[in-house]
């Protein structure tokens, strides 16, 4: 990648590569200006190897750009991800006059994603209200794990914290303060001057659980301080 790095329009297209030069002008922060597709070469994706620096007192993380509202993670079917001391976030508690243009989770997953300790996936205000964009921090249409690691501050109409419609195979960590927003419009009907007739509630303020969906929760996993119209915890549907 020849790319600097340093501008909106000058972006690389790597995580490993942003991390590369986040290292070398010693700040504390990577920009997501659009989605970030993860490949083979792209196994874990952690900062936890810049914490032997002197100057090891930074929090890095992995930021939406101000100016992009869509996923800025996705990991296509046969692939895989683990995030291993890693902050990822929506830009939301500091952005917060721009939440209502944000249309999609921070994560898409339609491979394998594992997230483990030290990972936190927070300040994602999804307002998207139809099908196939779901989630505050995470839609799984594939395989998710989750040993560890904190889910929070995150909202969504349908799955505050995580959408599921895959398999989610929770034991460890904490999805906490996530909350169910808006009302979901996918299913409604319109009237004669193109006005929803029927609107169905915001669920699953933590999790999401859709039809087609498993999910198993064992360990230490921790669902708690999340809201919702329905199902405030999780929600099937």
């Known amino acids: 990648e020849g790319?600097?790095?340093?501008?909106?329009?000058?972006?690389?297209?790597?995580?490993?590569?942003?991390?590369?030069?986040?290292?070398?002008?010693?700040?504390?922060?990577?920009?997501?200006?659009?989605?970030?597709?993860?490949?083979?070469?792209?196994?874990?994706?952690?900062?936890?190897?810049?914490?032997?620096?002197?100057?090891?007192?930074?929090?890095?993380?992995?930021?939406?750009?101000?100016?992009?509202?869509?996923?800025?993670?996705?990991?296509?079917?046969?692939?895989?991800?683990?995030?291993?001391?890693i902050i990822i976030d929506g830009g939301g508690s500091e952005l917060n006059t721009r939440d209502t243009s944000v249309t999609d989770p921070l994560i898409m997953n339609d491979g394998k994603l594992t997230i483990t300790s030290g990972s936190v996936l927070r300040n994602n205000h999804n307002v998207y209200q139809?099908?196939?964009?779901?989630?505050?921090?995470?839609?799984?249409?594939?395989?998710?794990?989750?040993?560890?690691?904190?889910?929070?501050?995150?909202?969504?109409?349908?799955?505050?914290g995580v959408f599921n419609r895959g398999t989610f195979a929770f034991s460890g960590g904490k999805i906490i303060n996530n909350a169910g927003k808006g009302m979901h419009k996918s299913s409604g009907t319109l009237d004669k001057n193109g006005n929803y007739k029927k609107e169905i509630f915001n669920a699953g303020g933590g999790v999401f659980i859709a039809n087609s969906g498993k999910m198993t929760m064992s360990g230490s996993a921790e669902i708690s301080g999340n809201t919702a119209k329905i199902g405030g915890g999780i929600s099937l549907g």
Do not use: C
């Open 130 to 160: 139809d099908v196939f964009h779901e989630g505050g921090a995470v839609r799984n249409a594939g395989t998710l794990i989750m040993n560890d690691g904190t889910i929070e501050a995150n909202s969504a109409v349908s799955g505050g």
């Open 3 to 85: 790319n600097s790095g340093l501008a909106a329009d000058d972006a690389v297209k790597s995580f490993n590569k942003a991390k590369e030069l986040l290292k070398e002008a010693e700040y504390d922060t990577i920009y997501v200006t659009g989605a970030v597709t993860v490949n083979s070469f792209d196994s874990e994706w952690t900062f936890g190897d810049l914490d032997g620096n002197e100057d090891n007192n930074k929090h890095y993380k992995l930021q939406r750009y101000l100016k992009y509202f869509g996923a800025l993670v996705k990991v296509p079917s046969g692939t895989e991800l683990t995030l291993k001391d």
